[in-house]
C-alpha cells in the first residue's frame, strides 16, 4: 500500500521559514503528482502546492505563489515544502498528497493517498 510521510513542521515567528518534506513508498506508479495540502481550525482544506515526479512546472497556490517552493528528490521519492515569508495565515495543518492525475490533486483537490500531517505555527 502506498504510505506518506511528512515531517519537518514546527513553531516559527512571522517572516520566518520551515522546510516539510514527504517520502512515499508503496507506489505502483513510475510516476505520479505529489502535492502539499493544508487546513487551519475551522476552515475548509485548501491546496498549496503540487509537482509532478516525471517533471514540468509545479502548481502553486495564489496565497503561496513567490514564498513556498515545492521540489521533488526522485531518487529517494520524498517532496519537499520550502517555505519562506511565514504569515501567521500559514498556520494550519499541512499534508502530503499524491494521485497519478493532475486534474484529481489539483483541479478536484480530492488525491487518493493522504500522509497523516504536520503542524505549522506562525507566530506574531
Known amino acids: 500500500s502506498v504510505q506518506l510521510v511528512e515531517s519537518g513542521g514546527g513553531s516559527v515567528q512571522a517572516g520566518g521559514s520551515l522546510r516539510l518534506s514527504c517520502t512515499a513508498s508503496?507506489?505502483?506508479?513510475?510516476?505520479?503528482?505529489m502535492g502539499w495540502f493544508r487546513q487551519a481550525p475551522g476552515k475548509e482544506r485548501e491546496r498549496v502546492a503540487a509537482?509532478?515526479?516525471?517533471?514540468?512546472?509545479?502548481y502553486y497556490a495564489d496565497p503561496v505563489q513567490g514564498r513556498f517552493t515545492i521540489s521533488r528528490d526522485n531518487a529517494k521519492n520524498t517532496v519537499y515544502l520550502q517555505m519562506n515569508s511565514l504569515k501567521p495565515e500559514d498556520t494550519a495543518m499541512y499534508y502530503c498528497?499524491?494521485?497519478?492525475?493532475?486534474?484529481?490533486?489539483?483541479?478536484?483537490?480530492?488525491?487518493?493517498?493522504w500522509g497523516q500531517g504536520t503542524q505549522v505555527t506562525v507566530s506574531t
Open positions: 509537482i509532478y515526479t516525471g517533471g514540468g512546472e509545479p
Open positions: 508503496g507506489y505502483t506508479y513510475s510516476s505520479y503528482y
Open positions: 498528497a499524491a494521485d497519478p492525475s493532475s486534474y484529481v490533486i489539483w483541479v478536484r483537490g480530492n488525491p487518493g493517498y
